[in-house]
């Protein structure tokens, strides 16, 4: 049984991430003017004022009656904000604004769900041996469901009209000048995956348990591609060769009139970056993010291939001496010394700029600076078992159209770049903050 000092430490690290999260989530929405809460900045997501409920409705609906036996006081509002933003999605663009409930009656029921939910929860932290047994771990889904969402929205607001938000400063650092990058030869060896459920830190159900796997050798990029780089693939003609695309692929290309990275828009014959605030001239040593299609898609180009799960693992946390680490650095806990993470900046940093997080192998930027593309499938570990308090987490996405990605973006908070993490993204959604690097097996 826990001491009674460490239940009180237990208590004020969930109460304080609680908070800081909930903050979080708070200050991306005073970005937004409040009319275009209601517009929809991705065709592919439900209107912002959909997550402006929805974050309280997740915490409500998980604990109220669950943990702490509390009464809805807001049935329809509580199924309205309940329904995942992959299924709200998929009826868009059929709703209009006037479907969605006014801000107001939003915001008093935000309000209301903080109230009885902070009240209750002080009151059972106070308690560590009473009250649900998983409540613990139900806070702590909690806490990174809304921090999970709080990327979403962010490059929701990313792609949100300029004059549709409140103005901030544009990131346009200059560029320095790295040395080429090349490919690193990773030997054979064994890379750790997952985590078991009996530590002390939190782990999605995807993320259990913990298993290993031996990797034969490879070769991968010490640095993400870069604009630059994915602008010859541009220039060659990539997007117009049938043969680098699957069927599938070549298909959602077509369709949505797919000719370059979301994250480009052109003037004239000039190439530009859409920054969280404003445009600027293209930063050719940024990584690029782009969608799983066009990363396979400039990956046959080169003759490689994205890296599976595996490799990533084996090239991030292991060492040419057989061991692994908690980071692709060491042991030490993750600063900004060692990547663009943690919410420190909007945009991407030059690929390369933070020399003291390579990993053992001398693999640059394996966490922070954008999600990674794998091409493994997100599928359960070895002996998954859903979570009993929300067993279609992961589950639901088990489909083989949604690929794990690995590492962490700019607006990744520390706690999410623990080695076990999966993020994963559907392979045809070009908007979240991800790049890529090849192999060659």
Same mark, same amino acid.
């Given at each position: 049984?826990?001491?009674?000092?460490?239940?009180?430490?237990?208590?004020?690290?969930?109460?304080?991430?609680?908070?800081?999260?909930?903050?979080?989530?708070?200050?991306?929405?005073?970005?937004?003017?409040?009319?275009?809460?209601?517009?929809?900045?991705?065709?592919?997501?439900?209107?912002?004022?959909?997550?402006?409920?929805h974050l309280d409705a997740f915490d409500w609906n998980l604990l109220?009656?669950?943990?702490?036996?509390?009464?809805?006081?807001?049935?329809?509002?509580?199924?309205?904000?309940?329904?995942? @933003?992959?299924?709200?999605?998929?009826?868009?663009?059929?709703?209009?604004?006037?479907?969605?409930?006014?801000?107001?009656?939003?915001?008093?029921?935000?309000?209301? %769900?903080?109230?009885?939910?902070?009240?209750?929860?002080?009151?059972?932290?106070?308690?560590?041996?009473?009250?649900?047994?998983?409540? @613990?771990?139900?806070?702590?889904?909690?806490?990174?469901?809304?921090?999970?969402?709080?990327?979403?929205?962010?490059?929701?607001?990313?792609?949100?009209?300029?004059?549709?938000? %409140?103005?901030?400063?544009?990131?346009?650092?200059?560029?320095?000048?790295?040395?080429?990058?090349?490919?690193?030869?990773?030997?054979?060896?064994?890379?750790?995956?997952?985590?078991?459920?009996?530590?002390?830190?939190?782990?999605?159900d995807n993320e259990l348990t913990e298993h290993r796997v031996e990797?034969? @050798?490879?070769?991968?990029?010490?640095?993400?591609?870069?604009?630059?780089?994915?602008?010859?693939?541009m220039e060659a003609g990539g997007y117009q060769n049938r043969a680098?695309?699957?069927?599938?692929?070549?298909?959602?290309?077509?369709?949505?009139?797919?000719?370059?990275?979301?994250?480009?828009?052109?003037?004239?014959? $000039?190439? $530009?970056?859409?920054?969280?605030?404003?445009?600027?001239?293209?930063?050719?040593?940024?990584?690029?993010?782009?969608?799983?299609?066009?990363?396979? @898609?400039?990956?046959?180009?080169?003759?490689?291939?994205?890296?599976?799960?595996?490799?990533?693992?084996?090239?991030?946390?292991?060492?040419?001496?057989?061991?692994?680490?908690?980071?692709?650095?060491?042991?030490?806990?993750?600063?900004?010394?060692?990547?663009?993470?943690?919410?420190?900046?909007?945009?991407?940093?030059?690929?390369?700029?933070?020399?003291?997080?390579?990993?053992?192998?001398?693999?640059?930027?394996?966490?922070?600076?954008?999600?990674?593309?794998?091409?493994?499938?997100?599928?359960?570990?070895?002996?998954?078992?859903?979570?009993?308090?929300?067993?279609?987490?992961?589950?639901?996405?088990?489909?083989?159209?949604?690929?794990?990605?690995?590492?962490?973006?700019?607006?990744?908070?520390?706690?999410?770049?623990?080695?076990?993490?999966?993020?994963?993204?559907?392979?045809?959604?070009?908007?979240?903050?991800?790049?890529?690097?090849?192999?060659?097996?």
């Amino acid at each position: 049984m826990a001491t009674v000092a460490t239940a009180v430490r237990i208590h004020d690290d969930i109460r304080e991430h609680w908070l800081e999260a909930r903050a979080q989530t708070d200050k991306l929405f005073g970005l937004a003017l409040p009319e275009s809460l209601y517009d929809r900045p991705i065709a592919a997501q439900p209107r912002l004022i959909f997550y402006l409920g929805h974050l309280d409705a997740f915490d409500w609906n998980l604990l109220a009656d669950r943990a702490f036996g509390l009464k809805s006081f807001h049935p329809s509002f509580d199924r309205l904000f309940t329904i995942s @933003a992959a299924r709200a999605a998929e009826s868009v663009p059929n709703d209009r604004p006037s479907d969605w409930p006014k801000k107001q009656d939003v915001e008093g029921y935000v309000r209301r %769900v903080r109230d009885e939910l902070d009240t209750a929860i002080d009151l059972a932290l106070s308690r560590p041996y009473e009250g649900h047994p998983q409540l @613990a771990t139900m806070l702590e889904a909690a806490i990174e469901h809304r921090l999970i969402h709080s990327e979403t929205i962010t490059y929701m607001l990313h792609q949100l009209a300029y004059n549709r938000k %409140v103005p901030g400063r544009i990131e346009a650092a200059p560029s320095p000048v790295r040395k080429k990058g090349c490919m690193m030869e990773i030997p054979a060896g064994t890379a750790t995956l997952g985590k078991n459920s009996s530590e002390e830190q939190f782990g999605w159900d995807n993320e259990l348990t913990e298993h290993r796997v031996e990797v034969p @050798a490879f070769a991968m990029d010490t640095h993400d591609v870069t604009n630059g780089e994915f602008l010859l693939f541009m220039e060659a003609g990539g997007y117009q060769n049938r043969a680098l695309w699957s069927k599938a692929d070549w298909e959602w290309k077509e369709r949505s009139a797919i000719r370059h990275p979301q994250f480009w828009c052109a003037e004239g014959n $000039l190439w $530009l970056y859409r920054g969280m605030f404003g445009e600027i001239r293209l930063p050719l040593e940024w990584p690029v993010y782009v969608s799983h299609a066009e990363a396979s @898609a400039y990956a046959r180009w080169l003759g490689r291939q994205l890296p599976t799960e595996t490799q990533f693992h084996r090239a991030a946390y292991g060492t040419p001496e057989g061991d692994e680490r908690n980071y692709p650095w060491g042991e030490s806990q993750p600063s900004a010394q060692h990547g663009n993470f943690n919410l420190r900046h909007w945009e991407p940093s030059a690929v390369g700029s933070h020399p003291a997080g390579a990993s053992a192998f001398g693999v640059h930027d394996l966490v922070g600076n954008g999600w990674e593309w794998t091409r493994t499938p997100l599928g359960p570990f070895p002996g998954f078992s859903p979570f009993s308090f929300r067993p279609s987490y992961s589950r639901s996405f088990f489909d083989g159209k949604h690929y794990v990605t690995k590492g962490g973006s700019p607006r990744t908070t520390g706690r999410m770049l623990r080695r076990s993490f999966r993020n994963w993204s559907q392979g045809h959604y070009p908007y979240a903050y991800t790049t890529f690097r090849c192999v060659l097996e």
